[in-house]
């Protein structure tokens, strides 16, 4: 089991910063996959960013630019760097982990929530 416990969400301008948090219970390293979702009411979780266990990461077309997305291995957390943001990046954001094999697992944060003002 891997507990993930979001943090660093809340109210900011538009053209501002945040930087969101993803602490795990157990040793980052042995996670294979990190990633941030991010969920608006009636639309689906859509993948923002996501950095694998070497430190690989990919941003959404949406998210290069502005976010950067990174991970402490003696933290334990992965963070997610948000630069200029924009109103449409209000959301609820998640952590999830990926530990792949057979069979593989998932798990995700609680969420933390981001609201963008214009």
């Known amino acids: 089991q891997v507990q993930l416990v979001e943090a660093g969400g809340g109210l900011v301008q538009t053209g501002g910063s945040l930087r969101l948090s993803c602490a795990a219970s157990r040793a980052i390293v042995s996670l294979n996959l990190m990633e941030w979702y991010r969920q608006t009411p009636g639309k689906e979780r859509e993948l923002v960013a996501s950095i694998t266990n070497v430190g690989i990461p990919r941003l959404a077309d949406s998210a290069k630019g502005r976010f950067t997305i990174s991970r402490d291995n003696a933290k334990n957390t992965m963070y997610l760097q948000m630069n200029r943001l924009k109103p449409e990046d209000s959301a609820v954001y998640y952590c999830?982990?990926?530990?792949?094999?057979?069979?593989?697992?998932?798990?995700w944060g609680q969420g933390t929530r981001v609201t963008v003002s214009s």
């Open positions: 999830h982990a990926l530990i792949s094999g057979t069979p593989s697992y998932n798990y």
